[in-house]
């Protein structure tokens, strides 16, 4: 009986040496599909460290890269030229779904000649009228620019408000910024003022951060915009163009954290979701609902990102979302074959089947992830 008995003992481990195996060979599949979809997106996010660059965000103007060189006509004279720079006090109230944020800073002018800048220009993308000090005044508190050794004029104010910055999200978890400040002359055309950036002086308080952003830097571009319209101005003709200059904070979110952060629950959900393919067949009802699981965290996921992105923005991770909705509930059909599989007697079968649907399944999620990190790039 003893032989007979080791015997026995030994035809029953061996299907549990084997399924150990089975699963051992399950985790590592799991493992790696995670590591190259991972892998993925942080190369593709190492692909786009530059940040953009700032730049006018008028709808209605055509921007130009740099500041307009003119020749004066014969008898006019040349464009005076006005140095303008400015001081980032502090950022709050960043408002991704609205696109906004609340802005606190200095900005100046030094100019030469008669004709005065500061009563001519606007903030184009304020919502709302900024509050506007003026820093040099007379005794009776009129806003007096300050006269300097060289003849030149110097005037600074301390602006607070609100600004509107139009917000990249294709990219999201992993997106990047500007956060514009947009000033214009609305009174004088090109032909007789330009602005220019100065860039020395231009820059941040140090101590400025905005909670859950990384600050990149902070610059300006001076431009000029063309409207295609007179505003009703019979002296101009066909269109105008008035000097334009715009500040920019770049900024974006911390890696790696926001890509765990952003990507990790839906590469778990879908890893969870395919390995219901490794239950026995017969199982449906747990299956079926690890798959109905998986659908809803995909669900949950997407309510929770609109409530972080303007609706109709087709984000890096709103359509990974979607490819692992679809690719759920393929899966989930697929269990109904394996069951009517089983039902048929066909056991292994059914067991080739889920083998072929998880490689399948597996292959594709990584494809499909690719193909939107490409289209991104």
């Known amino acids: 009986m003893n032989p007979l008995s080791s015997d026995k003992n030994c035809h029953v481990g061996s299907p549990r040496r084997s399924s150990g195996r089975r699963w051992g060979s399950l985790a590592t599949l799991m493992c790696w599909s995670a590591v ?7 190369t593709w996010s190492s692909a786009h460290a ?3 660059t700032a730049g006018p965000a008028s709808a209605s103007a055509t921007p130009v890269s740099s500041a307009p060189t003119l020749q004066p006509v014969d008898g006019a004279q040349p464009p005076s030229q006005v140095l303008v720079g400015a001081y980032l006090y502090f950022v709050r109230g960043l408002d991704t779904r609205a696109n906004t944020f609340v802005a606190d800073f200095y900005v100046w002018f030094l100019w030469s000649g008669d004709r005065d800048p500061t009563k001519s220009f606007e903030f184009m993308n304020a919502l709302g009228a900024p509050t506007k000090v003026a820093v040099f005044t007379d005794p009776a508190g009129v806003d007096t620019p300050e006269v300097l050794p060289d003849g030149r004029k110097y005037q600074q104010y301390h602006v607070q408000g609100t600004f509107g910055s139009a917000m990249d999200f294709s990219t999201y978890p992993l997106d990047r910024h500007v ?4 000033l214009e002359d609305t009174k004088t055309t090109i032909r007789d003022l330009l602005y220019a950036v100065d860039e020395p002086s231009t820059t ?3 101590a400025l951060s905005i909670p859950g952003w ?3 830097g902070f610059s300006g ?3 000029h915009v063309e409207y295609a319209t007179t505003f009703g101005d019979p002296r101009e003709q ?3 163009k008035y000097a334009h200059l715009s500040f920019g904070l770049q900024i974006e979110r911390p890696r790696p954290w926001a890509l765990i952060e952003g990507l990790a629950p839906v590469i778990v959900t879908m890893l969870v979701g395919l390995g219901a393919l490794f239950l026995h067949s017969g199982e449906f009802g747990t299956r079926l609902a690890m798959y109905a699981t998986g659908v809803m965290t995909v669900v949950f996921i997407n309510m929770d990102l609109a409530t972080k992105v303007p609706e109709g923005s087709g984000t890096l991770l709103r359509q990974i979302t979607a490819t692992c909705f679809v690719l759920l509930v393929l899966v989930a059909f697929a269990g109904i074959r394996s069951l009517h599989l089983i039902q048929k007697g066909e056991a292994d079968a059914a067991r080739r089947f889920d083998r072929i649907c998880f490689a399948a399944t597996t292959a594709g999620l990584e494809l499909a992830c690719g193909f939107i990190l490409w289209g991104k790039y």
């Open 50 to 52: 530059a940040p953009p």
């Open 204 to 206: 941040v308080h140090s």
């Open 221 to 223: 571009r001076a431009s």
């Open 36 to 42: 190259v979809i991972f892998a993925l997106c942080v």
């Open 179 to 182: 956060l514009s400040i947009e």
């Open 238 to 240: 066909g269109s105008v």
């Open 214 to 216: 990384v600050r990149r």
